[in-house]
């Protein structure tokens, strides 16, 4: 009783996990997407690669903190690296290979 128990509590436990993972995924994809518009730049492969994943304590609780890699181009030529910083689903911030320091996305987040 208490095996089955503990299975069905693994198997929800593992997916609230991959929904909130995709539901970063996403929220990283918005966030790229929307900073290299912004920026005029090419977005290449229009995908995001997880780099770390991490818990975070902080003010509101234990969250995952996840950073994400992704590769963008000016002129098309030359692939340069981003990085995103994800904080539950809020963004900590996003950085372009041409950036001199961190930028936030949204002044308001």
Do not use: P
């Amino acid at each position: 009783m208490a095996g089955s128990l503990l299975a069905i509590g693994l198997l929800l436990l593992a997916g609230w996990f991959w929904l909130d993972s995709l539901r970063a995924r996403e929220m990283a994809l918005f966030v790229v997407q929307r900073r290299c518009e912004n920026d005029h730049q090419q977005w290449l492969d229009q995908t995001v690669m997880l780099k770390t994943l991490r818990l975070h304590w902080g003010a509101q609780g234990v969250r995952f903190k996840r950073r994400y890699g992704f590769e963008f181009s000016n002129e098309g030529t030359i692939r340069e690296h981003g990085e995103l910083s994800l904080i539950g689903l809020e963004v900590e911030f996003i950085t372009l290979a041409s950036d001199t320091q961190n930028e936030q996305l949204f002044d308001d987040a």
